[in-house]
């Protein structure tokens, strides 16, 4: 299972598209302007106790660049982990640390499928889950996984500063 769930973290992202500005609109207050962070993560996965067909991990990242800080969460997956399969998995994970400069935390949730060679991976802010500098949080992450390394492209919007 372990190495479904591996797998399945490493599937190329793509992301669905929420509410955009068209080029030269500028937002207003009811609409926050978008950003980007970017940067690299350290992720740390580990077995937990579960009941076939699902297997069950532990997340811990270490994030760097536009966030810099930890996560913490849990992974639930399935799938035969064989090459080519299908295969899910879901898992909220807390962040706790800053946003380009801003502190506070954040609830990711993921969604992730494998079908048949088909990936398909989404992870938003679950809607009211920063506090901090961060209450009203909104956005998508998405992943790449290069030559082994994990980095990522982190599109929010944030309240403006009061």
Same mark, same amino acid.
């Given at each position: 299972?372990?190495?479904?769930?591996?797998?399945?973290? &490493?599937?190329?992202?793509?992301?669905?598209?929420?509410?955009?500005? &068209?080029? /030269?609109?500028?937002?207003?207050? %009811?609409?926050?302007?978008? +950003?980007?962070?970017?940067?690299?993560?350290?992720?740390?996965?580990?077995?937990?106790?579960?009941?076939?067909?699902?297997?069950?991990?532990?997340?811990? !990242?270490?994030? =760097?660049?536009?966030?810099?800080?930890? @996560?913490?969460?849990?992974?639930?997956?399935?799938? %035969?982990?064989? !090459?080519? @399969?299908?295969?899910?998995?879901?898992?909220?994970?807390?962040?706790?640390?800053?946003?380009?400069?801003? !502190?506070?935390?954040?609830?990711?949730?993921? %969604? /992730?499928?494998?079908? +048949? /060679?088909?990936? +398909?991976?989404?992870?938003?802010?679950?809607?009211?889950?920063?506090?901090?500098?961060?209450?009203?949080?909104?956005?998508?992450? %998405?992943?790449?996984?290069?030559?082994? !390394? =994990?980095?990522?492209?982190?599109?929010?919007?944030?309240?403006?500063?009061?």
């Amino acid at each position: 299972m372990r190495v479904l769930a591996v797998s399945l973290v &490493v599937i190329a992202i793509s992301l669905s598209a929420g509410a955009r500005l &068209v080029a /030269g609109q500028t937002p207003t207050p %009811s609409q926050p302007s978008i +950003h980007h962070a970017t940067g690299t993560f350290d992720v740390k996965l580990t077995p937990q106790p579960s009941d076939p067909p699902l297997g069950r991990m532990s997340i811990d !990242k270490q994030f =760097h660049g536009g966030l810099e800080g930890t @996560s913490k969460g849990e992974m639930l997956a399935t799938g %035969s982990g064989a !090459k080519g @399969s299908s295969g899910g998995y879901v898992a909220l994970e807390q962040f706790t640390g800053t946003l380009d400069g801003r !502190k506070g935390t954040f609830i990711l949730q993921h %969604s /992730g499928t494998l079908d +048949h /060679g088909a990936q +398909h991976l989404t992870i938003t802010v679950v809607p009211d889950s920063g506090t901090g500098e961060l209450a009203g949080l909104t956005g998508e992450l %998405s992943i790449t996984i290069a030559e082994g !390394k =994990h980095s990522y492209d982190f599109e929010y919007s944030l309240p403006q500063a009061k």
